[in-house]
């Protein structure tokens, strides 16, 4: 049975919000009153706003248009976690329903909470993720975005709920029984990972299914950098529409912004809720619209624990809106942090991802090992064959792949091609990186 098109799957408009639709003047009118709101209610309730506004000699006063906001100081994932476990927040404890973390991979995690009204926000903000994606009441979902402190399981599922789906959560891991589930409940929609939807396409050829037979019209993927190689991968794979989600916990976790399914062409974020700028990572001075750098977002409506000017340390531009007036930005290419400095070129995982997916001979499963050799960063892509590619031919892949690499980014790299089945699969966020360089 063939699966429906993404014009039969979006939105009309009649079904949209009217700020998806609305003039760039009342967008920007709503926003300059959140952000004089957000603002002042950082300051009056959070000491941290308080000391480090008055430190900076600033006051929520100043803000009088929407560009003064750049006259603030930052916040980063540093501040809250000086501010551990509560600081954060602007409200007393007893009002924050909610509690979230983000584990982070030093020291302690980050600690995020939800007021009932930030609670309601958010499902409201994930079912327009959702309709933007395609999603319709009366469709049944597969979460598979793990539940607990991570926010993308409980996020995806108050948004489903919020719709009208059916949703099974089924949360991350047991790839075998996420199999079985999908092929006895028939879910519409997955919501899941794109490195961990590729263990479940594994795990469908396993067991001698056919992915493209597969109830599935949609995967709302995100949580982590993938490239549009790897979108046409999946796409193919099941036969449906792969839509990116960006977001994070210290904002509010999915539901920052989203791709819509009829144009794919960047995310749109919900900029009544938060407020987007770019800055230059190095200088952090705010950067026009179209032009790369950090994006830096600031809370509009968040009550339990506004966020002004948060250092996202990921790598985007903004562009006018599309398919919805609120501006969009581009697919992330990576984060800041993510970024391997290989002899003075920067290289991004997903850089090497576009390039890698484009022999047909490799699969979408691969690492990047950094070693240090006399005193030089060195740069290893360890890529999985596809299953039944021939393994005489490894050699030849190796140095098509090197090549490319070298002709498109400029960098030096050894390749090692591997068996199918050989790496670990992540059940969530793929760890692309393997940092040997201090061992
Ligand atoms: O990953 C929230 C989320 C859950 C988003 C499910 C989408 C779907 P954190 O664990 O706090 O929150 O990680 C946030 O993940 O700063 C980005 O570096 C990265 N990230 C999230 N979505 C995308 C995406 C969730 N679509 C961090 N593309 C962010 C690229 C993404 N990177």
Redesign the pocket.
């Known amino acids: 049975m063939a699966k429906p098109s993404a014009a039969a799957l979006a939105p009309r408009r009649s079904e949209l919000e009217p700020i998806e639709l609305a003039s760039r003047d009342e967008i920007a009118a709503l926003q300059l009153e959140r952000l004089k709101w957000s603002v002042a209610h950082a300051y009056d309730n959070v000491p941290h706003y308080r000391a480090v506004f008055d430190k900076a000699g600033v006051h929520p006063g100043d803000i009088k248009q929407l560009s003064d906001l750049a006259g603030l100081p930052f916040t980063t994932k540093e501040d809250l976690r000086r501010n551990y476990p509560f600081g954060m927040f602007a409200l007393p404890r007893e009002k924050v329903l909610r509690i979230h973390a983000?584990s982070g991979t030093t020291g302690k995690p980050t600690v995020v909470g939800y007021s009932a009204r930030d609670l309601d926000t958010w499902a409201a903000l994930m079912m327009r993720c959702m309709r933007a994606s395609g999603c319709k009441p009366g469709m049944l979902a597969h979460n598979a975005?793990g539940y607990g402190l991570?926010?993308?399981g409980l996020?995806?599922h108050l948004g489903a709920e919020r719709m009208g789906m059916t949703v099974v959560p089924v949360s991350g891991g047991m790839t075998e029984r996420q199999v079985q589930l999908i092929n006895d409940f028939k879910p519409d929609v997955i919501f899941v990972?794109p490195s961990y939807l590729l263990a479940i396409l594994d795990e469908f050829r396993r067991q001698a299914l056919d992915p493209r037979q597969s109830s599935l019209k949609i995967a709302m993927?995100?949580?982590?950098?993938?490239s549009e190689a790897m979108r046409r991968e999946i796409e193919s794979a099941f036969d449906l529409h792969a839509i990116?989600?960006?977001?994070?916990?210290?904002i509010i976790?999915?539901g920052v912004s989203c791709e819509c399914i009829e144009s794919k062409d960047g995310?749109h974020i919900w900029e009544d809720h938060f407020y987007p700028e770019i800055v230059d990572p190095a200088t952090g001075e705010v950067l026009p619209d179209g032009e790369v750098g950090e994006l830096v977002l600031t809370t509009l409506s968040k009550e339990a624990m506004p966020i002004i000017r948060y250092r996202?340390?990921?790598l985007t531009r903004l562009m006018p809106g599309t398919a919805r007036s609120l501006r969009r930005m581009q697919?992330?290419s990576g984060?800041s942090d993510d970024m391997m400095i290989v002899r003075g070129v920067n290289v991004f995982p997903s850089q090497i991802e576009e390039i890698l997916l484009k022999d047909e001979r490799l699969a979408p499963h691969f690492v990047l090992e950094l070693r240090r050799l006399e005193r030089l960063d060195e740069l290893t892509v360890v890529v999985e064959a596809r299953p039944g590619a021939d393994e005489g031919a490894y050699a030849a892949c190796e140095r098509d792949l090197a090549h490319h690499i070298k002709a498109m980014i400029g960098v030096t790299a050894a390749v090692r091609v591997v068996k199918a089945g050989t790496l670990e699969r992540s059940v969530g966020?793929a760890k692309r990186v393997v940092d040997l360089r201090n061992r």
């Open positions: 983000s975005y991570f926010t993308g996020g995806f990972t993927c995100g949580a982590e950098p993938w990116d989600n960006y977001g994070l916990s210290e976790g999915p995310l996202t340390r990921d697919k992330v984060r966020k």
